[in-house]
């Protein structure tokens, strides 16, 4: 998923929770949608940047090349940069792009 074009807030803004009761009818329902796919967000981003990092590991370990690695300072500081990844869910949730369902809840057709 393209994480790079997220128009997720990067600060923390003020939530109304009967907006996020609507789309499951409890609370606690959407907040547990919510964290399952903030917890999915962190893991594909975690995965992304650590194999873009592995480019930059060497076999040597060497001061100079730890202090002087500045393409590895900008990856690290563009992921720094994004939308955490609850912001990123919050956003996704809003505008309808999550799917769940509730096994509990279906009728077996």
Not at 2 to 12: K, V
Not at 35 to 64: G, H, P, V, W, Y
């Amino acid at each position: 998923m393209a994480y790079r074009d997220s128009t997720a807030e990067r600060t923390t803004i003020t939530r109304n929770l009967g907006d996020l009761e609507d789309k499951t009818g409890n609370v606690y329902e959407s907040i547990v949608i919510l964290s399952k796919r903030a917890n999915q967000i962190n893991a594909e981003l975690k995965e992304e940047l650590t194999s873009k990092l592995e480019e930059f590991a060497s076999s040597t370990d060497n001061l100079e090349e730890i202090f002087e690695n500045r393409e590895q300072i900008e990856v690290s500081r563009f992921y720094e940069r994004l939308p955490k990844p609850g912001a990123m869910s919050m956003q996704e949730f809003e505008d309808d792009k999550v799917y769940w369902r509730n096994p509990e809840t279906e009728t077996n057709s």
